[in-house]
């Protein structure tokens, strides 16, 4: 009976995680997020290039120079390294990732930033709906209730005293 409680419990739970994700699936954001990784390999490829061709050049002028691998043709930092005990450390490979990370981050922050804009004015030209009456409509709306409420009253009245000229 336990056992039956517990394995219900948990379907349930996976029923509502597959529902979710029907939900998060049907909303488009796998769409949003498909199209996010695409772009997202792209300018890495860009910043790569950027990188290697420009940056590490840079680093390893500043750090001693560099070579060309014979087996892939790449340029690789000779300086930007030092060694401890006979294990080489290679801070110039380093300083090349962190500047290829930065330059990743502020390409997706312009990206993201220049979207968010395009949203907000999109929302901008929904709400530009009224908010509200007018004053001039507002007293027209106060006019058109006081006359309301006087006629009902004239014909209350006229009403009142058909009813006691009946009873005459």
């Known amino acids: 009976m336990e056992k039956e409680k517990i394995a219900g419990s948990a379907l349930k739970k996976t029923g509502g ?14 769409m949003d997020l498909a199209v ?4 997202g390999a792209a ?3 860009i910043v790569a290039a950027l990188t290697g061709s420009f940056i590490n050049p840079l680093i390893a002028l500043l750090t001693g120079g560099c070579k060309k691998n014979p087996e892939t043709g ?8 030092f060694t401890v005990k006979g294990v080489t450390f290679d801070y ?13 981050a502020l390409i997706l922050f312009i990206l993201i930033r220049s979207v ?16 509200g009456p007018t004053k001039d409509q507002e007293l ?21 005293a058909n009813a006691k000229a009946d009873t005459e």
Do not use: H
Request: net charge positive; proline share 1%.
């Open 43 to 45: 300018f890495q490829n």
């Open 140 to 160: 027209l709306m106060e006019i058109r209730d006081l006359l309301k409420a006087q006629a009902a009253t004239t014909a209350a009245a006229a009403a009142e």
């Open 116 to 131: 968010n804009k395009l949203m907000a004015l999109g929302k901008k030209k929904e709400a530009a709906a009224p908010a």
């Open 74 to 81: 790449a340029l690789e930092l000779v300086g930007g390294q």
């Open 17 to 30: 995680f597959f529902a979710e994700f029907k939900k998060f699936i049907a909303k488009g954001n796998v």
């Open 36 to 39: 996010g990784v695409i772009i």
């Open 92 to 104: 110039g490979a380093f300083i090349s990732a962190v500047i290829n990370f930065l330059i990743m």
